[in-house]
């Protein structure tokens, strides 16, 4: 409807009936985001958050207030609100203009490097914060009062910018084996399956099989295959979004088999303005694509919980953490979410990130330990060597799917794993009592 109303030059007009008659929208949750160049909507009622994100020319106006992050990371176009605004309204914008008719919340214009936000009311706490570029204009009270006697302090140079850790993912699982299953090895002549399946938890879902349960992490598309990338994505590649694109996000480059949405990289928002952001995304792309959350692994908890409560595909967990820990010590943190939020009990993926290349062990202990996917940028050798040298450790395994592989295939090499883990430590053949008491 709204490609044809641009052809056509017409006013969208959402909230009234065939009539005429007023049908208020209330509460949605981004509405009029991603709006194309020449569009031009109107729009009667109160809406939820996220309302005109991510605008890429399009003209709206809202007979109404909306809540937080309107017209967030909008790039070019005009959004006027009739009415009030949440916190953080014109949050990152870089082109465009925004215009509230009424008072805006706290943080209003944060982050800004382009575009002009107008308030005629009143603005909170925090205007501008760390803006780069644009303009802000309020015509009401800024929520700061300057006293006639007070004295004022100008800085004389630049702030002092924060210097942030440098976090390492880790490319194995040190200190943990593979062990048989117990039955005869597989012949020469079995066939095994290294193949995997990863699709959407919708009906329309759409199936991508994996050769191995592996994915590469790439810059941007072009190659043959599902790849996980940051840009210039293919048919059948999926797009992680984050603070580094999000801002240039076009419906062009959401041909795509799913997108990922790293949190670790967008500013901390809660689950609503979250889910405005999904809601804009997804009404973008074809039904049935995949919709994922990631995040750091020491937050994994948090991750599982928001991406079952906004029912979601599944999660992509880094396993870069501010402990420094490792993918060993990430796997009893993935399992322990997975579990308390039924991730994989109710279809859903779990996928690991990892850095260096894989080996085929790697791939395998992932697969008994709970993860569906590795992602990483590469494997270790040739894909041909690498498949028989996978095929050779499942045949020795005694299994004929990597998808049988399970937590009996893996061991703890040491007291240490053993005790970080849980896993059966080799010799023992059982867990230390730590994980077995009930305390």
Do not use: Y
């Not at 008659?21 to 949750?29: F, L, S, V």
């Not at 106006?61 to 809540?67: H, K, L, R």
């Not at 109710?346 to 330990?369: F, H, N, Q, W, Y």
């Amino acid at each position: 409807m709204l490609s044809q109303a641009i052809e056509r030059d017409l006013l969208v007009r959402i909230g009234w009936g065939r009539e005429g008659d007023e049908k208020p929208k209330n509460g949605e949750i981004g509405a009029l985001s991603m709006l194309p160049e020449n569009s031009r909507s109107l729009l009667l009622g109160n809406l939820g958050e996220g309302a005109g994100l991510m605008n890429r020319g399009g003209t709206a106006t809202i007979q109404g207030s909306v809540s937080s992050i309107a017209g967030a990371w909008m790039s070019s176009g005009r959004l006027v609100v009739e009415k009030d605004a949440g916190d953080r309204v014109g949050f990152f914008m870089s082109g465009g203009s925004m215009v509230i008719h009424g008072s805006i919340g706290e943080f209003g214009g944060s982050n800004m490097s382009g575009g002009a936000l107008l308030v005629r009311g009143d603005a909170g706490l925090g205007l501008g914060s760390s803006m780069s570029g644009g303009t802000t204009i309020v015509m009401g009270s800024a929520g700061i009062e300057i006293p006639l006697e007070a004295s004022v302090f100008l800085g004389t140079k630049d702030p002092h910018e924060d210097l942030l850790p440098m976090l390492e993912r880790g490319d194995c699982f040190t200190g943990i084996g593979i062990m048989a299953s117990g039955i005869a090895r597989g012949s020469s002549h079995d066939v095994v399956d290294t193949s995997t399946k990863i699709q959407s938890c919708s009906e329309e879902g759409l199936e991508i099989l994996l050769k191995r349960p592996w994915i590469e992490f790439q810059e941007s598309g072009g190659k043959e295959g599902t790849h996980i990338v940051k840009s210039l994505p293919g048919a059948s590649d999926i797009l992680i979004i984050g603070g580094q694109n999000i801002g240039e996000l076009e419906k062009e480059s959401l041909n795509s088999s799913g997108f990922i949405l790293d949190i670790d990289s967008l500013p901390s928002m809660n689950d609503a303005e979250l889910e405005a952001i999904v809601v804009s995304i997804r009404s973008r792309m074809a039904p049935g694509s995949l919709v994922m959350l990631s995040d750091r692994v020491d937050r994994v908890d948090e991750l599982a919980r928001k991406t079952r409560d906004l029912g979601l595909d599944g999660i992509l967990v880094d396993v870069k953490s501010l402990d420094s820990s490792g993918p060993t010590v990430a796997l009893p943190r993935i399992g322990m979410a997975n579990k308390r939020h039924r991730i994989s009990e109710e279809g859903r993926l779990v996928m690991i990130r990892l850095d260096g290349d894989t080996s085929p062990e790697t791939l395998i202990i992932a697969k008994c330990a709970g993860i569906d996917v590795v992602v990483s940028p590469g494997i270790l050798g040739r894909p041909s060597d690498f498949d028989a040298k996978l095929r050779g450790i499942m045949k020795e395994m005694g299994i004929q799917s990597i998808n049988s592989a399970n937590r009996s295939n893996i061991r703890a090499l040491d007291h240490n794993v053993a005790m970080q883990t849980g896993l059966r430590l080799t010799g023992l053949e059982r867990p230390l009592p730590a994980w077995t008491r009930g305390d």
